[in-house]
């Protein structure tokens, strides 16, 4: 703490004295030797003077010095806390990709996901229920996802088995063309090669012989 300068009230109120007393009743030795003496005591109280101005000039600085570190401290949390406010906005109004997720409404999740997933310390907590929903939609579509994927093999697998069966039926088919080609094609050499015997007329039964008309009675 800077001490308070010393006041000269009292050392002006002794010089006046000393300037309104009749010089006819007083001795001017005594006179001078009173009159330089508060003169050095005036001159050691401007000196204190001084130097307590001198001292609260530094306080002054240096106060003002951490005034100004202290504001500016304060400057920096203010921008700091309206950067802070513009983020936490920004997060407030930020689309989501989880509000273009189709997902269960929150009664068919109370009804369809598991207990652990549904307690009441997660149903008070928005932020909570939302990631248990979350979690049980990826549940859910990694079970269909593993559902369809069984499906799709199985009917892939389906497919393959008809084509393989179709493949061998073409070339079962093939197989039945070409060798009924060669048998006709043997069949036609063999009738180049070998003249068919002729074909005896089959005999008739008198009975039954159908008289033909005489040409010589016509």
């Not at 001490?3 to 009230?9: C, K």
């Not at 202290?70 to 936490?88: A, F, P, S, V, W």
């Not at 079962?172 to 063309?177: A, H």
């Not at 005896?200 to 008309?213: F, H, R």
Request: glycine share 2%.
């Amino acid at each position: 703490m800077v001490a308070a300068a010393p006041s000269p009230d009292a050392v002006l109120d002794r010089i006046r004295e000393l300037v309104e007393a009749d010089p006819v009743n007083e001795d001017p030795a005594a006179l001078n030797v009173r009159g330089y003496a508060l003169l050095a005591r005036l001159k050691a109280l401007n000196r204190q003077a001084n130097a307590a101005t001198k001292e609260h000039k530094l306080a002054t600085a240096a106060a003002r010095t951490t005034v100004n570190q202290t504001h500016l401290g304060l400057q920096n949390l203010l921008y700091e806390k309206r950067h802070l406010e513009r983020e936490i906005e920004k997060c407030r109004q930020f689309a989501s990709i989880y509000q273009d997720i189709p997902m269960h409404s929150l009664e068919d999740f109370m009804i369809l996901a598991p207990e652990n997933a549904r307690t009441e310390g997660v149903l008070a907590d928005r932020h909570e229920l939302m990631k248990a929903r979350l979690a049980y939609e990826l549940e859910s579509q990694q079970k269909l996802e593993g559902r369809w994927n069984a499906l799709t093999a199985e009917r892939d697998e389906l497919l393959k088995e008809t084509k393989d069966q179709t493949a061998a039926a073409d070339k079962l088919q093939t197989l039945v063309d070409q060798v009924m080609k060669s048998l006709l094609d043997t069949q036609k050499s063999i009738d180049a090669l070998v003249p068919p015997e002729p074909v005896e007329p089959m005999p008739v039964d008198a009975g039954d012989a159908t008289p033909t008309p005489d040409a010589s009675l016509a």
